[in-house]
């Protein structure tokens, strides 16, 4: 039995990611100061293998236990919420990352950096491979949390170069599931919640914009796997089946049974018109594809709320 620790872990994929490690015959320790996840997604886990801790990480921490594996996942990740938060964005990708890679550190533990697909920005190669460098604006509104990321990947392979920390990257694409928020802001939640409200169906820009979307249960596959690796750079994960926003509606009206209309509204600065992963390292690496489609993934996330 290993012992891991979650930052973020009361968040969406966080509390996913404590149950699967959990029903793993893992110790799991959930790091969180509840600033976007809920004690509500992870109310339903019981037992002497899983505690919770309220902290913040952008202040110095440290866990007086044996640690294995550390998946630093804390960080807003919606716009909603980084829009919001954009100083403590920053610091939690800079200092909470350098204190969790402390952490990991001092334990000797594997330690998992939860990056994202936005460090690829409004991509000029498509679909993106793990060697793209990016094209992101780093003084636009949607930089704060780019940047972040960007500077944490930074920041690992620094420790993991100099200070010989056993480290990951993982850059993750559009994740969708159980347990987001209904106004988290981000296309699938949003969707479902003004379908099943009768509302319109709001599309930003005409809806030609791509993304792809992985269910929740293949990502967290992907995480696991990668921590149980001892590979350090950069691996896509994500489901590279891409979707139009409108077919995206269109599939959210389907399972939803919902005639709401699509109505249009003005483009974000900075949203990127197309992302796809290339998933061709997990694929060799991990052995890693997602197995659940789109429709799947919705009629599950609307059984689950």
């Not at 886990?45 to 550390?70: C, H, K, M, Q």
């Not at 993304?211 to 994500?238: K, M, Q, W």
């Amino acid at each position: 039995m290993a012992t891991c620790l979650v930052t973020g872990g009361a968040g969406f994929l966080g509390s996913h990611l404590c149950d699967e490690l959990l029903a793993r015959g893992n110790r799991v320790i959930c790091v969180d100061n509840l600033e976007t996840g809920t004690l509500e997604n992870i109310a339903h886990i019981r037992g002497a293998e899983f505690s919770a801790l309220n902290i913040d990480i952008t202040e110095a921490y440290f866990v007086d236990e044996p640690v294995d594996v550390v998946y630093h996942l804390a960080s807003p990740a919606s716009p909603i919420d980084y829009l919001r938060l954009p100083l403590h964005t920053l610091k939690v990708g800079s200092y909470g990352t350098h204190h969790t890679l402390g952490l990991a550190k001092a334990h000797r533990a594997r330690f998992l950096l939860a990056s994202t697909s936005e460090v690829y920005g409004d991509p000029q190669e498509h679909p993106q491979r793990e060697s793209y460098w990016g094209h992101v604006n780093p003084i636009g509104p949607r930089g704060v949390y780019d940047e972040s990321k960007r500077y944490a990947e930074a920041l690992t392979m620094a420790y993991q170069r100099q200070q010989g920390v056993d480290t990951a990257i993982v850059r993750i694409f559009n994740t969708y599931g159980p347990r987001m928020r209904p106004h988290d802001g981000r296309a699938i939640p949003t969707f479902v919640r003004q379908a099943q409200a009768g509302l319109p169906l709001t599309i930003f820009g005409d809806g030609t914009q791509t993304r792809s979307f992985c269910f929740v249960t293949d990502l967290v596959r992907g995480l696991i796997a990668l921590a149980e690796s001892g590979y350090h750079e950069p691996v896509n994960i994500g489901n590279p089946d891409e979707y139009t926003l409108l077919a995206l509606a269109d599939a959210v009206l389907e399972v939803t049974g919902s005639d709401s209309p699509i109505v249009f509204a003005e483009l974000p600065v900075d949203d990127p018109k197309q992302r796809r992963p290339d998933i061709s390292l997990a694929a060799e690496l991990l052995g890693w594809s997602p197995e659940v489609s789109l429709l799947d993934g919705l009629r599950r996330t609307l059984e689950r709320k």
